[in-house]
T-cell receptor
Framework: AQRVTQPEKLLSVFKGAPVELKCNYS??????LFWYVQYSRQRLQLLLR??SRESIKGFTADLNKGETSFHLKKPFAQEEDSAMYYC????????????FGTGTRLKVLA | DTGVSQDPRHKITKRGQNVTFRCDPI?????LYWYRQTLGQGPEFLTY????????KSRLLSDRFSAERPKGSFSTLEIQRTEQGDSAMYLC?????????????FGPGTRLTVT
């Protein structure tokens, strides 16, 4: 069955430190992966999608099919990066519904 | 604000009562999704509409749940005979296109508390 795993519920880093939020998936086909972010009292919003290979707010994520991972990285964390981050797998046929991980709360400490 | 809107934002109801939530997607989006999120979990898929047709329902959607999208515009999600286990955040999302790379845009959610 398709599954997304985010092993860390909480990740605390100091401002200026590198950040890596882990995401592993299980899917036998060609996956389509997204990172969504939810800032305090705001709605879920798209941060990154693997298909566009872009960098948003300094974050990048590379799809590693061999390791079935899509980790989110930023070289220097900022306090405004503190938020809840969700990795999502879209099944590329039919509905394109999302399967989400359980999320990782990132706290960037001053 | 031209994003996805949901109404109400919060609903407190007593067990056994019926509730209905509304979602207004981004106007040109033909795809509409409902998800449910409980504490400490990511959103879980409930159902999907393409225009007015409901094309998929999760097994999470018991027969107490019904969703509609008349005329392919707004959608409603009704829960009959609510139970305490129905307490959750109900999220609506819409998407423009068919195929790879079309992300979903989420509404603010409706938080349901069943007492």
């Amino acid at each position: 069955a398709q599954r997304v795993t985010q092993p860390e519920k909480l990740l605390s880093v100091f401002k200026g430190a590198p950040v890596e939020l882990k995401c592993n998936y299980s899917y036998s086909g060609s996956p389509e992966l997204f990172w969504y972010v939810q800032y305090s009292r705001q709605r879920l919003q798209l941060l990154l999608r693997h298909i566009s290979r872009e960098s948003i707010k300094g974050f990048t994520a590379d799809l590693n099919k061999g390791e079935t991972s899509f980790h989110l990285k930023k070289p220097f964390a900022q306090e405004e990066d503190s938020a809840m981050y969700y990795c999502a797998l879209s099944l590329p046929s039919g509905t394109y519904k999302y399967i989400f991980g359980t999320g990782t709360r990132l706290k960037v400490l001053a | 604000d031209t994003g996805v809107s949901q109404d109400p934002r919060h609903k407190i109801t007593k067990r056994g009562q019926n509730v209905t939530f509304r979602c207004d997607p981004i106007s040109e989006h033909n795809r509409l999704y409902w998800y449910r999120q409980t504490l400490g979990q990511g959103p879980e898929f409930l159902t999907y509409f393409q225009n007015e047709a409901q094309l998929e329902k999760s097994r999470l959607l018991s027969d107490r749940f019904s969703a509609e999208r008349p005329k392919g515009s707004f959608s409603t999600l009704e829960i009959q005979r609510t139970e305490q286990g129905d307490s959750a955040m109900y999220l609506c999302a819409s998407s423009l296109g068919v195929g790879r790379g079309y992300e979903q845009y989420f509404g603010p959610g409706t938080r349901l508390t069943v007492t």
